[in-house]
C-alpha cells in the first residue's frame, strides 16, 4: 500500500493513521529532512538541538550528585528527553508515547517498548553502575531513549497488514525499514554534535535473524544494505563487502 505522508512537510494526525502507511513510506517521510542536507536540517531544528544539549548537561548534573548506583532518577528528565526526541524526529507525534525507570532489566537490555491500552509504554533501565562518566552516560540514555522511540512511532504509526509491510517491519520490530530509520536519527545527531551514538544497530539486525529464524525464516539484509548501513560488514552473517569487487581482488592478487 503507498503511504501518503507529503515529504518535507509535517504530517496531519489523520494523514499518519496506519492503514496508509507502508513502513517504505514512513522511513521516507522520517529521513527525508535528515538526507535533504545537513545545514538545512540544523537550521530547521536549531531550538530543539540547543534545547537537547542542555538536557544532556541537566542529566549528567543529576548523575554526578546521585550517591549511588541504581539511584531513581528524576522522572522530568526522562519525559523532557522523549518530547525533544519526538520533536526532532517524529514530528512531534509521540504524545501516546509514556516512558518509565525500569529496575531488573538483565545486564545487557537497555530498554522495552510495548502497546499498553492506547499509549505505548516504553522502559528504559535506570542502571548506572558509574563506570563511565555522567556525560557519556547522558549520551547513552539519549540513545537508548531515541532507539525505543523508533519502536513506539512504528507500533502507532506502521501498517503491518500486508507480507511487504509486515517483511519490511521485521519480525522483531528491527527489519530494515527500522534499520534505515535508526541510521539516518544516528546521523542527525552526530550533526547535532552528540558525539559517539549508536543505536545498537548490529545487535538489532542479530535479534531480527533470530527471530525470523523463529518463524522458518533465513533473514538477511541484502548486499546493498550491508554496503550502506553496516559499513560493509553484515552483522548477522559476518561476511564482508566491499564497495567494489574489483578493488578487493586487485588487493588480493596486487594487480
Ligand atoms: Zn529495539
Ligand atoms: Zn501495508
Known amino acids: 500500500m503507498a503511504g501518503h505522508i507529503p515529504l518535507g512537510n509535517k504530517p496531519t494526525t489523520t494523514s499518519l493513521h496506519p492503514s496508509f502507511h507502508s513502513p517504505k513510506a514512513i522511513v521516507q517521510a522520517i529521513t527525508s529532512p535528515i538526507k535533504g542536507s545537513k545545514h538545512r536540517w540544523l537550521a530547521e531544528t536549531a ?3 540547543r534545547s537537547l544539549h ?11 550528585s546521585a550517591q549511588a548506583h541504581q539511584t531513581p532518577l528524576s522522572s522530568r528528565l526522562l519525559v523532557e ?4 526526541v519526538s520533536d526532532l524526529f517524529f514530528f512531534g507525534a509521540l504524545a501516546n508515547a509514556r516512558i518509565h525507570w525500569e529496575a531488573g532489566f538483565p545486564r545487557n537490555v537497555n530498554g522495552c517498548t510495548e502497546p499498553e491500552g492506547d499509549e505505548i509504554r516504553i522502559n528504559v533501565t535506570n542502571a548506572y553502575d558509574g563506570n ?5 552516560y547522558a ?3 539519549l540513545v537508548f531513549i531515541a532507539h525505543e522511540a523508533l519502536h513506539a512511532f512504528w507500533v502507532q504509526y506502521a501498517c503491518r497488514g500486508h507480507d511487504a509491510c509486515w517483511e519490511e517491519w521485521g519480525a522483531s520490530g528491527h527489519g530494515m525499514a ?24 548490529a545487535a538489532a539486525a542479530r535479534e531480527e535473524r533470530d527471530a525470523f529464524r523463529d518463524e522458518g525464516v533465513v533473514w ?4 546493498e544494505d550491508v554496503l550502506r548501513y553496516f559499513g560493509g560488514r553484515c552483522p548477522v552473517s559476518g561476511r564482508v563487502y566491499t564497495r567494489d569487487w574489483r578493488d578487493k581482488l586487485k588487493a588480493l592478487f596486487k594487480w
Not at 544532556?56 to 543529576?62: D, I, K, N, P, V
Not at 528527553?81 to 525533544?84: D, F, K, R, T
Not at 563511565?132 to 557519556?136: V, Y
Not at 527500522?178 to 544497530?201: D, K, N, P
Open 47 to 49: 531550538a530543539e538541538v
Open 54 to 64: 542542555l538536557w544532556l548537561e541537566a542529566f549528567a548534573r543529576e548523575l554526578a
Open 81 to 84: 528527553c522523549l518530547a525533544l
Open 132 to 136: 563511565i562518566s555522567p556525560e557519556r
Open 139 to 141: 549520551v547513552k540514555l
Open 178 to 201: 527500522w534499520q534505515r530509520m535508526a541510521f539516518e536519527v544516528e546521523r542527525a545527531l552526530e550533526y547535532a554534535g552528540v558525539e559517539g551514538v549508536s543505536l545498537v544497530r
Open 220 to 223: 538477511s539484509p541484502s548486499r
